[in-house]
C-alpha cells in the first residue's frame, strides 16, 4: 500500500523513527526530532518578552499568559 504522502506501509514493517538517547520511538520523525530537543537542551521557541527558551511552540505559548494576566 502506497500512501499519497510517499510513505510507504506494508504489514509487519512499519518504519520507526528512534531517538538515541533513550527508547523513545514514534512514527512521525518529526515528533522525534522535537523529542530529541529535550535531550540536547536546545531551545528553538523564545520568549520576545523576557527572552527565556523553550522546547516547544505549546511550552511557549503557556509561558505568555504569565506576561498577558
Ligand atoms: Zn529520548
Ligand atoms: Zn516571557
Same mark, same amino acid.
Not at 537542551?41 to 511550552?59: A, M, V
Given at each position: 500500500m502506497v500512501a499519497k504522502n510517499g510513505s510507504i506501509y506494508s504489514q509487519g514493517s512499519i518504519k520507526k523513527?528512534? $531517538?538515541?538517547? $533513550?527508547?523513545?520511538?514514534?512514527?512521525?520523525? #518529526? @515528533?522525534? /526530532?522535537? @523529542? *530529541?530537543?529535550t535531550h540536547t #537542551?536546545? /531551545?528553538?521557541?523564545? $520568549?520576545? *518578552?523576557? #527572552?527565556? #527558551?523553550?522546547?516547544?511552540?505549546?511550552?511557549l505559548k503557556k509561558h505568555m499568559l504569565v506576561h498577558f494576566t
Open positions: 523513527y528512534n $531517538c538515541q538517547f $533513550c527508547d523513545y520511538s514514534s512514527l512521525n520523525s #518529526g @515528533h522525534v /526530532r522535537r @523529542h *530529541i530537543l #537542551g536546545e /531551545r528553538p521557541f523564545k $520568549c520576545n *518578552i523576557c #527572552g527565556r #527558551g523553550f522546547t516547544q511552540k505549546n511550552n
